[in-house]
């Protein structure tokens, strides 16, 4: 095993993956930008290493300083964590140069996955099902149009380098097809610099449910069931669960298969994730596949006793799995949600500012992933997400309680979160039944805002008594009665009855 | 002694009186009174008792706003003084804007002498227009804001001495 | 299920029941005395109760007191948790007669298993086995000494009404048996006010394994596998784990149907614990039966997944178990610490003060029990247990690494805690290996002291940091040259080679 | 600045010198000089590099008494002053057990001038005896112990006055 490894990431996933080389007795070396040098993930290290000016491209994602400085302190292996460089080949690559160890797949497959045309040919062809469509590289007008009609209606025209939705468009009908292609690839062009777009079968009532899967350099390769990830705004999931409300035993097992087949299909090593769409009838299709620790992975974690950053780094160092298909058990019901900082009444926005107070709910089987603490400063650089808060139980239902316990005792004061929001969405009839699909916030959610009504009068009620108690004699301030013209004639909108 | 004061929450006014006696608070709102009992079992966590309802809350104290947590939802508050002015600066009065919005006239310059109620500034936010009068007769000593500034709600228009006597 | 429910208790265990409860959209009412107003089982209740002087018998013990604020509140059902009046029978019986459900066995039950003689005879005429041994009411000596001769030596004495070796000798030859009993019998007298006694046959190398199991109204009952708690400083559990290091497949089958059989036997309710000991040979002998919740219930319920308060509540309110034995499954293992406010350097006394600080260690498959918070004034008035930290994961070995990472990430200052002890223990060679008995800190631990050699270098260096950092310029006492008389020349004990 | 501390902890004593300049510190101990570079990363929390090895630890304090964490190991420990003197107070001096004991002998009183090293109590504790001398020429103002009284480590026996002049 590895007697020092440095952890190319900021936030939660770098104090997750910190934690879990300390207990194995691993040597940790924190990165850091200038904003996060007192971060969670600093404090815990055993070492830490300035990087500088906060912009990613010359902190958490500048691959040459990261490169030096793991020489410098003598790391033997590196941990990206995801996002940033967890699945960038020319960091993998780098690595491998310096004769440093990438804990994740090689260069090549985290290059093959990335380009997700050549992933689904090569995915096919381990009989994989992908969904029906053209990917090939003639983009002229012509033979778009011809292969889209082959597909049939609906069908979906998307960005080849695509991502958030960006040079997507949904085609109902033949007329619309060349108009909608040639948007697309105008909206594809200047937000990616490249107008290659592909088509495919759209899928009614989709399901987002991908497996995760652990492959050690000695070739064996199993999974870790499914984890259900619908719930998505934006095409950003926001919560996950597992096992799929829609899951069934024979449906798992096919699907695990052919998890594992793509991930032997592309001599995959070390943790990945196969992203399924599933459809209204259980067909399901290929999507891509994320080469390097999701999110969500806590829920599999919950729910199988595996823990998957251990395994990462025993792969990454080259011992084999030990872990067999057949012992494998999928227990219980787990759940996640995501805590952003954004604020859910003013288009999710991301908030920033100083954490007044962070208290999070505990109790058996609540699990926080966090990479912030009381007087942390959120800045605008970074992904907004704060931490995750997972839950599981004997049932989903009672899941969903604990986490609606939870959320209910999540004090995290100083920024607006979403929690709020979670809270609506989990307690939805359809979500508590487990209709869900991945246009789910769409469907019930689109306008949303946090509390209509406005201020509810328990908390102001609250500011009264804190203010009573808090403000000085002297400091009171009386508040001169109004005239015709004050704005109270305006803004009393308190609603009755309480 | 009761307190007046006026909480911004999401571009809304909500003006309330409390009147503290020991551990209980009298509490009006809109015409409503409220009793509560409360105690700040730890800083900024309070437990109250209103009729038999029991509100568990945290409230949190930021640069220029307030945080109150109660049940999972956060509300982000500004305390504002309105038209309001100090007890004890009886002599000098502050004009605060109501609403966030735009500078469409300022009515008076600095150093000038104006009556109570003599429009200082128009403002518009939501095609409706706030008039900020004085609230008492004296002298603009300042004034902040021109024609055409955004304002935020709170922010002090302009700034008044009494007249001497 | 009930809508409102009063514990009777403080401290993690309360604070544990209580978020239970609200998991489940139950009312929850908490008591407390005086000393306990601020406590975190307090400030987390929807309702709470004073009881007044802190005096055991005056507020936790009080059974009219509780009873009567029960009826009050409209309490429907009381939670005992563990300790105070948890194994009171006329407690239980209090309830029933107030028409209110106490969670747990009925008072009859809750009575023949308080008297460990009753206990052990009905429980052998369930074919389980028990320790060969005299359990007779004649207690004249010549009773004692004849039916001692039969049991054969080494053999045990001990205070029917005993507990925590008070009234107990170990006998190992046949000369010594009538001394050991009369020296016994006065010692009874004295700390019970009963100088009944029994002999058993004295067991080698003991281990304390016992068996978790819920029995529901509609008869039916099942075992949640096994817990090792050999680890014992005078008689007090300190860490407990499962599955246990010596456990086999059959002898878990045998002794967990041995378990049912037992609770069967007495027509048991709710949740108990059956507790054997285990000699090296693996015969296992009925011990006692705890009818209540245990402290360390945590480490069956990371392993199997079961939440066994909210079962508590379930069946109390009359629903069947719809958990089934063959579907129960032991994963991975678990390890549970008992933090306690005492002071290993001078006997384990307790010690009482405020904490200056608490701040937890957190990470997957950590849990936190804890009723104390930063601020929290410990009293000499309740046992000085402060929080328990119980860990989970695939194998043994994890479980410690993971268990001795979370104690050295455990700040919790402003009085002494048995922490460091705990870390040594689990450190010890022989508890890497799994050789334990009950009598494995007596063997290994006998004299045991923080760190003899004295206060770490790294610890004066850090005070020295500190106080310079925090002294006023003007604070700063100079140390004026040391004479010849200095009792410098005495306390230089540093050692060198760090 | 150098300062000079003394640390009891499980009734011995540990005197150190520190000098800071900056976020460097340079103590000695034991005739070991150290070079610590240290942040206080959050309060109480100290983040130091001492050579090459990493030290983390959390210090709070007490009522009288500091308690270290180190790598899950808790120290209460103890700041005393010995037969320290202020600088700011020159002409007072305090005199502290050095040791928790038994005041065995008194061998001034109230009000007597003595000499600097004159003997003023004798103070006995495992078995060895403990001297405690006038710091400088002086006064006794007080003494706070007699024969057989039970003293505890670093608690005041006498004050002086320092002579004038």
Redesign the interface.
């Known amino acids: 095993m590895f007697k020092k490894v440095l952890v190319a990431n900021r936030g939660e996933i770098a104090v997750r993956i910190i934690k879990a080389c300390q207990e194995m007795e691993i040597r940790t070396v924190a990165v850091y930008s200038e904003v996060d040098r007192d971060s969670p993930h600093v404090q815990l290290a055993d070492e830490s290493v300035n990087l500088g000016d906060p912009t990613p491209s010359e902190s958490y994602l500048n691959i040459a300083k990261i490169i030096e400085h793991a020489k410098t302190v003598g790391a033997e292996a590196i941990h990206p964590g995801y996002g940033f460089l967890a699945e960038n080949p020319d960091f993998a690559k780098a690595c491998a140069d310096s004769g440093i160890v990438f804990i994740g797949p090689t260069p090549q497959v985290i290059r093959l996955m990335g380009d997700k045309i050549e992933a689904k040919k090569t995915i096919a062809g381990a009989s994989v099902p992908v969904i029906p469509g053209y990917h090939g590289v003639k983009q002229d007008l012509d033979t778009l149009t011809r292969e889209g009609k082959k597909i049939g209606f609906p069908l979906l025209v998307k960005a080849t380098a695509g991502g958030g939705g960006k040079g997507m468009r949904v085609v109902h009908k033949e007329e619309e097809l060349a108009q909608s292609i040639e948007s697309a690839k105008r909206e594809a062009k200047s937000a990616f610099g490249n107008d290659s777009v592909f088509l495919e079968q759209y899928i009614d009532k989709p399901r987002h449910i991908e497996f995760q899967v652990l492959a050690d350099q000695q070739g064996q390769v199993i999974h870790l069931f499914e984890r259900e990830c619908s719930i998505q705004r934006r095409h950003q999931k926001i919560i996950e669960e597992t096992p799929s409300p829609v899951m069934t035993k024979k449906l798992r097992e096919t699907m695990g298969s052919a998890a594992v087949a793509a991930a032997q299909a592309v001599g995959y090593t070390n943790a990945g994730t196969i992203e399924f769409m599933v459809d209204g009838k259980q067909n399901f299709y290929f999507m891509e596949m994320n080469t390097r620790l999701q999110v969500e992975h806590s829920i599999t974690e919950a729910t199988t006793g595996v823990d998957l950053v251990k395994w990462q780094l025993r792969i990454a160092s080259g011992e084999p799995l030990t872990l067999k298909q057949k012992q494998l058990l999928q227990r219980g019901h787990a759940l996640e949600c995501r805590i952003y900082a954004e604020d859910p009444s003013n288009g999710f926005l991301p908030s920033v500012g100083t954490l007044e107070k962070v208290d999070l709910p505990s109790g058996p089987n609540i699990r926080n992933d966090t990479g912030v603490e009381t007087n942390f400063q959120v800045s605008p650089y970074y992904d907004p997400m704060l931490a995750k808060l997972t839950v599981s139980s004997e049932t989903r239902a009672e899941s969903i309680q604990k986490m609606l316990w939870a959320l209910s005792h999540y004090v995290i004061l100083g920024v607006t979160t979403n929690i709020s929001f979670l809270k609506k969405v989990l307690a939805h009839p359809e979500f508590l039944k487990g209709n869900i699909t991945t246009h789910f916030i769409d469907d019930y959610f689109k306008d949303w805002m946090v509390r209509k009504q406005g201020l509810p009068l328990d908390a102001l009620l609250a500011l009264a008594v804190y203010d009573s108690l808090h403000t000085k004699r002297q400091q009171i301030v009386r508040y001169k009665e109004a005239d015709p013209h004050s704005p109270w004639q305006h803004v009393g909108r308190w609603r009755m009855g309480v | 002694?009761t307190?007046?004061?006026?909480?911004e929450?999401?571009n809304?006014?909500?003006?309330?009186?409390?009147?503290?006696r020991d551990n209980r608070?009298f509490?009006t709102?809109?015409n409503n009174e409220?009793t509560?009992t409360?105690t700040?079992?730890?800083p900024?966590?309070?437990?109250?008792q209103?009729g038999d309802r029991?509100?568990?809350?945290?409230?949190?104290?930021?640069?220029d706003s307030?945080?109150?947590?109660?049940?999972?939802?956060?509300?982000?508050?500004k305390?504002i003084?309105?038209?309001?002015?100090?007890?004890?600066e009886v002599k000098s009065g502050t004009l605060n804007s109501?609403?966030s919005g735009t500078v469409v006239s300022v009515k008076v310059k600095e150093g000038v002498a104006v009556k109570k109620?003599e429009v200082i500034m128009v403002i518009e936010a939501m095609k409706?227009e706030?008039?900020i009068?004085a609230?008492f007769d004296g002298v603009i000593k300042k004034i902040y804001f021109t024609e055409k500034d955004q304002i935020e709600i709170g922010k002090l228009t302009a700034e008044m001495d009494a007249r001497e006597g």
């Open positions: 002694m307190m007046f004061i006026n909480y929450h999401n809304h006014v909500y003006g309330v009186t409390a009147e503290r608070f509490i709102y809109d409220y509560v409360a700040e079992t730890k900024g966590q309070l437990a109250m209103v029991t509100i568990k809350c945290v409230i949190s104290e930021g640069e307030k945080f109150v947590f109660i049940d999972g939802d956060i509300f982000q508050v305390r003084e309105l038209t309001g002015r100090k007890k004890s109501p609403i109620d409706m706030y008039l009068r609230p």
